[in-house]
């Protein structure tokens, strides 16, 4: 299972990428202007830092806008992948772009049929949101069995994003049931390392190295 990082922030990348955790980032309008920095500044920024795919959203809303941009951002690095969103004027800037070889990432999908659309469309990558499924009383990791099994079904090729990712359990969810990637803001990576028992063990150990005789002279 990939992990990629949902954040436009480089200190969280950054420290993500020390810890080995990251396999690429996703971005959106929202985590750019958190950074309260110019979004090419950020972009370039970041795709330096990162080897693996990186997404950048466009903001256009019909074909030819996202396709422009898309080709804009799509020179920025071989690792970009253009967000694109789930709307049919988004479902014909992805076929455009899949034939030239630029990677997409279809965001903003909520139901299984959207990504069935994705997918044929020829999108690299869908972006199904768990996390606003639950806001509004959805099960939204049953949303993520339901695409893994479509995509199973017909043998396609894009890869699932598990997104708005809020808590360790959609990330256990994710892994259960086989999603090829979880993208996950920084808090939830720290979680996912965290255990009161581990916490409670390093004390314990200490406690007792500290009545060892010799301790000091060792290290
Ligand atoms: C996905 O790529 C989005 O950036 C992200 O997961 C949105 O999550 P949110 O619902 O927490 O805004």
Redesign the pocket.
Known sequence: MKFFI?TADVNEIKSAMEMGLIDGV?T?P??ISKTGRPFLEVAKEILEIVPGPV?LEVVSLDTQGMVDEARQLAKLGDNVVIKIPMTTEGLKAVKILSSEGIKTNV?LVFSPLQALLAAKAGATYV?P?V??LDDIGHDGMELISQVVQIYENYGFETEIIV???RHPQHVLQAALIGADIA?IPYKVIKQLAKHPLTDIGIERFLEDWAKVPDRESIF
């Open positions: 949902d996703t959106n929202t985590l997404s965001t972006s949101f996390g606003r997104a708005s990712v993208t």
